[in-house]
């Protein structure tokens, strides 16, 4: 850090305190002159825009995405920690992808991916409404995909048991 005195290009830090805006105040004194000033430190938080079906863009709002999530969930046993989770690893993944622009199918995929494995209800009920189911088809197809991948995992299941079993065995000896 230059000292805004003498501009020599080291300084001692004294204190630090986090202030009130999620940024960090730091006290410094410059090595050369001894004059002591202060900085802070703010996370730049980039705004992520959700590029939508219609080609429009908005800015992305964590709320809408938990009211939607919430909304599916309601009256499930999924509780709002949960929920709160969900839009946590949601964010998470976003922000490693490190783009400014999603497109709001990326967003509802990543959703959907999460709450599948949450619970069924929510998720068809979170599928509905964002893949726009018209009839009753568009529900039952829905039913048998989530149903075909329940099916796949409990048919998986007993080769997972004999693999822990046979690696239980190898690792007693």
């Known amino acids: 850090m230059f000292c805004p005195f003498c501009t020599h290009k080291d ?12 940024s960090v105040r730091r006290r410094r004194q410059c090595e050369e002159c001894d004059k002591r000033f202060t ?16 080609g429009s863009r908005d800015p992305y709002v964590r709320e809408k995405l938990r009211g939607g999530i919430a909304r ?25 992808l490190g783009k400014r ?11 959907l991916a999460r709450l599948r494995a949450l619970d069924q209800v929510a998720y068809v009920r979170f599928a509905s409404v964002y893949r726009q189911f018209r009839s009753i088809e568009d529900f039952v197809a829905e039913l048998d995909t989530l149903k075909d991948t329940a099916t796949l995992l409990s048919a998986d299941e007993p080769a997972q048991k004999k693999r822990a079993v046979v690696l239980s065995a190898a690792t007693d000896d």
């Open 72 to 96: 599916a969930c309601a009256k499930t046993k999924v509780r709002a920690e949960q929920v709160d989770d969900l839009v946590d690893s949601v964010e998470n993944e976003l922000g490693a």
């Open 11 to 22: 300084s001692r830090v004294l204190e630090s305190r986090l202030t009130g805006e999620n």
């Open 101 to 111: 622009e999603i497109p709001s199918s990326l967003l509802g995929e990543l959703a």
């Open 39 to 54: 900085t802070y430190e703010r996370v730049e938080v980039i705004q992520l825009l959700v590029v939508k079906r219609s």
